[in-house]
């Protein structure tokens, strides 16, 4: 079966949810699935509840301890650049059908990853892996090369409002 490249983009809430939604409907159908989270480090609610699946989804961070703030650091891009060696690693791999590079498109626009290395691993992509790429900001050449596209617009968001995100909700 011909597997997909997804691009869940734009400014609105809920990129990494629908990625990890997909996740949790091919862990139903026993495909076997990885997470790689870039800029992030934790232990997110989301995590918490993948471990509950770990026979069939695999999750790794590849962030510092806190998501990058203001100025850029040697450590943020080198956190970067391992994450997505693994990533490489992981869709060559053979071992899932389903690879998600969680705030990827975050870590290009903050100049931790080119496009062009981003390209070259989807490009490396073999035709029975399906890939997600989640984060605002999602460069042309990415949507181009992408077979889905979904953008995430803001409309109303009560974090306007000075609520902050919530344990099981935002975080």
Same mark, same amino acid.
């Given at each position: 079966? $011909?597997?997909? @490249? ?8 809920? $990129?990494?949810?629908? /990625?990890?939604? =997909? /996740? ?7 495909? $076997? ?5 870039? =800029? !992030? #480090? ?9 471990? #509950?699946?770990?026979?069939?989804? *695999? ?16 450590? &943020? ?8 060696? #693994? ?9 899932? &059908?389903?690879?998600?590079? &969680? ?7 903050? !100049? ?12 490396? !992509? ?6 997600? =790429? *989640? ?6 050449? @990415?949507?181009?090369?992408?077979? =889905?596209? *979904?953008?995430? $617009? ?6 306007? !409002? ?10």
């Amino acid at each position: 079966m $011909k597997r997909y @490249i997804h691009v869940y983009t734009g400014n609105g809430k809920g $990129k990494t949810t629908a /990625a990890l939604g =997909l /996740a949790l409907r091919a862990a139903g159908a026993d495909l $076997k699935v990885f997470i790689g989270q870039f =800029l !992030k #480090r934790g232990n997110y609610s989301e995590i918490k509840a993948i471990t #509950r699946f770990s026979e069939l989804i *695999t999750a790794e961070q590849f962030g510092g301890k806190r998501f990058i703030r203001g100025e850029i650091t040697e450590k &943020d891009k080198k956190l970067a650049a391992q994450g997505l060696k #693994r990533i490489k690693e992981i869709v060559l791999s053979g071992n899932y &059908d389903l690879v998600i590079l &969680d705030e990827i498109n975050v870590a290009m626009n903050l !100049k931790l990853l080119s496009c062009r290395e981003v390209l070259e691993v989807i490009e490396s !992509k073999p035709a029975n892996v399906e890939m997600v =790429l *989640t984060g605002r900001s999602a460069p042309d050449q @990415i949507i181009e090369k992408a077979d =889905l596209v *979904t953008e995430m $617009k803001l409309i109303k968001h009560y974090f306007s !409002k000075g609520i902050k995100a919530r344990k099981g909700i935002e975080r």
